[in-house]
């Protein structure tokens, strides 16, 4: 029971998370391209108007698969997935020593970049103890039906 309710806290805490930065990101919609569009990637430079719509466009998705049961597991492979892309994305700004904001928005975007990299690690970490407790009780759960 109490994992339950560790595994729902984390799925509204990625819900919150995503939600936030879509939106965010959709209301200051030319400063995050802007933003993109002077990052020290080229690929980021290249594709920052594409990014600018496909990244909101994912979040608010993720947010939908988490919000219905039976797509719940689809959301949060694709919250760990988009998470561990941000985080190559982190670890590439940290190391080519720019000193650029982060186009997330909103009071993570004030955050350092290694600031950055810890909370996103700490979610990459909890969504993936809540896909793994997902699939265990699930396992366990379809197990004990036979």
Not at 61 to 71: E, M
Request: charged share 10%.
């Amino acid at each position: 029971m109490r994992r339950d309710i560790v595994t729902e806290i984390v799925v509204c805490l990625l819900i919150l998370l995503f939600a936030y930065t879509a939106t965010s990101k959709l209301i200051n919609h030319n400063q995050f391209v802007v933003q993109m569009e002077i990052s020290p990637l080229p690929l980021i430079r290249m594709f920052a108007l594409d990014f600018g719509w496909f990244i909101p466009i994912i979040e608010l998705t993720l947010v939908f698969f988490l919000l219905i049961a039976r797509l719940r597991l689809y959301g949060l492979y694709g919250s760990l997935i988009l998470l561990s892309i941000f985080e190559l994305y982190i670890m590439g700004m940290l190391l080519s020593g720019y000193h650029l904001p982060c186009s997330c928005g909103g009071i993570i975007g004030t955050m350092s970049w290694r600031a950055h990299l810890v909370f996103n690690a700490t979610f990459i970490f909890l969504a993936s103890v809540v896909i793994w407790h997902y699939k265990t009780s699930h396992f366990s759960t379809d197990d004990s039906s036979k």
